[in-house]
């Protein structure tokens, strides 16, 4: 498949498909960013022998999509193997629910099987949406066929396991323990700890 295919396949949202590629991917002095970018070259490097996937970790405009972006970027570049998928957690359970009420709309299973068998998933985003019994069912239901499965999955979230701040929550909270508990087995953590590179307008970072 032309590798131009495999980019459009993936669905990286078209903000994304220009500029983050891991050169593009600046370390800003910062200790914690210049470890998560080598991370990231290392699944690179390893696809399609990874294993475990990844769990980006970090507050706001701090780099994660950019770097979960910038693996399947690199994959595809380098014309390694494999079917590769991005998705927005809060988008799809939107389309998820679309779904229900309309004839028209593609089905549940259709919407979830390239979810479910992508080789590499990128799932942006988790723990954003408020935890109903819905989204922690779907979520359930995703993470754990995959896990099954080993496949590889990144995940990126603004939570993290012991919130600097006590009143904010944790990752556990926002998913539940027994799914928390599968993401450990999946997942190596990675914490992106940097301030909101989107405040960057004065380009002092570039
Ligand atoms: N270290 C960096 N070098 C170059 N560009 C960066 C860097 N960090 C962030 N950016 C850019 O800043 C914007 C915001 O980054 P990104 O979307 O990856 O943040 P995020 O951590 O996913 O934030 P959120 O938690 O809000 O989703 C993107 O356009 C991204 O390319
Ligand atoms: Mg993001």
Request: proline content about 4%; overall charge neutral.
């Amino acid at each position: 498949m032309k590798r131009s295919q495999k980019r459009v396949n993936a669905q990286i949202p078209a903000r994304y498909t220009q500029h983050c590629t891991l050169a593009g991917f600046h370390e800003r002095g910062n200790a914690s960013l210049a470890s998560a970018k080598r991370r990231i070259a290392r699944l690179v490097d390893e696809w399609p022998m990874a294993e475990r996937g990844l769990l980006l970790m970090g507050p706001c405009g701090s780099g994660k999509t950019h770097l979960a972006v910038a693996a399947l970027i690199e994959i595809i570049a380098q014309g390694k193997p494999g079917r590769l998928l991005f998705s927005n957690f809060q988008d799809l359970i939107q389309e998820i629910l679309a779904s229900i009420d309309s004839d028209h709309a593609p089905s549940r299973s259709e919407i979830l099987e390239p979810i479910l068998t992508a080789d590499l998933l990128v799932l942006d985003e988790l723990g954003s949406q408020k935890p109903t019994q819905f989204v922690q069912d779907m979520l359930y239901y995703i993470i754990n066929t995959r896990y099954n499965e080993q496949r590889t999955t990144i995940f990126t979230t603004n939570y993290l396991d012991e919130p600097r701040d006590p009143k904010e929550e944790s990752l556990e909270t926002r998913i539940g323990k027994r799914l928390r508990s599968r993401l450990f087995e999946m997942a190596e953590r990675v914490l992106v700890e940097a301030d909101d590179y989107r405040k960057n307008v004065s380009g002092k970072w570039v």
